[in-house]
Structure formats: C-alpha cells, structure tokens
C-alpha cells in the first residue's frame, strides 16, 4: 500500500489508532487535523504531536519513532492535500460497504473533530466573512446527523452531498485562513 493510499485507507488507520489503545476514529483524527489547519494553526510537528497525543487520550505517549512518524506524516501528508491546486483533500470515512448509519456517525464525528480543531487553532472566528461562519455553522449541523438513517438510495444522495460540503467548508476554511495569515505576514514585513 502506498502512503497516499494508507492516508485515506480507513482499515489501515483503524488498525493503527486501535493498536495504539487510540479512542478515537480515523475520521476523528483528520477531522481535528483538518480543523486546526483550517483554522491557520501552521502546525509544526512537535506541536502537533503533542495535540494529537492529547487528543487521541493515549494509555501510554507515543514511544516508537515509527508511531511519531506516521502521525507526523498524517499532518504534513494533509496540510498537503488541503493546499492542493486541484481540490484533491478527500475525507476519510467508511467506505460505501459500511451501513449508512456508520457512515452518519463518521461523518457527524469528523465535523465534531474539526469544530474542536479549529476551535483551539486560535482563529479568530469573527474575522470569518459571511459564508465562513455559515460554513461553521452547517458543519455544527452536520455534527448532529443522525446516527439511525437507513441503507436508502435517498439518504445514500444526502450524504454524498454532505460529504461533499463538509470538504469543501473545508478546503475554503483552509484557504481564507491562509490567505489571511499570508496577508497578515505582508503587512508585518512593511
């Protein structure tokens, strides 16, 4: 399996956060990767390290260099999607064989993960414009999705959409955040 493929394999990260006595979800973890980065938070390593550590409530700390490098690669490998020209970030949630109400409960849990992220990343959510804090505030919605939808072909379409959305509120909380923070450092510099 290639990394680009393991970063959104939701077995393999399964796998590893369940080795690791993680009590968190793959979909947790890049949601609240997700939203410290959208919020502007630049994320070193050691930082993030110390975050995710915290964040994934581990019975023990990290202690492998293997383990410290795959979930410092998780970062930088989505810091890179996010910042892709081609809108190339993808969720990571259940795949399509997984029921409906699995991947609801995903999804609600990625959104929760993200407002968390994004809540501690130090953004300044009055600084958001109109469609930012709507976007915020959808994705609070989403969170709520309820956990009991059934395997149809009406609620298969919502939830792509909302899939779809939740990636987009994404990229474009990560893009004006950026935009900002480069902003920002331009008018430090004169």
Known sequence: MTDITAIYSWEHWSDFLYRLGAINTPADLQGFVTGLLAGGDPL????????????MDLPEPLSTLEDKEAIGAYAIIAKQALKDSNYGYKLLLP?????????????????QSF????????CDAQQLDEDGTDMLTSLAEVAQIDADLEDTEENETLYTELCE??????????????????ADQSSDIH
């Open 95 to 111: 795949d399509d064989a997984v029921s409906m109400g699995q991947r609801a409960e995903a999804l609600g849990a990625w959104c």
């Open 44 to 55: 070193d390593t050691n930082k993030w390290l110390a975050c995710a550590t915290e964040f």
């Open 165 to 182: 959305f939740v990636r987009i509120a994404a990229l474009y909380l990560f893009q004006h955040n950026s935009s900002r923070d480069s």
């Open 115 to 122: 407002l968390m992220g994004f809540g501690i990343s130090g």
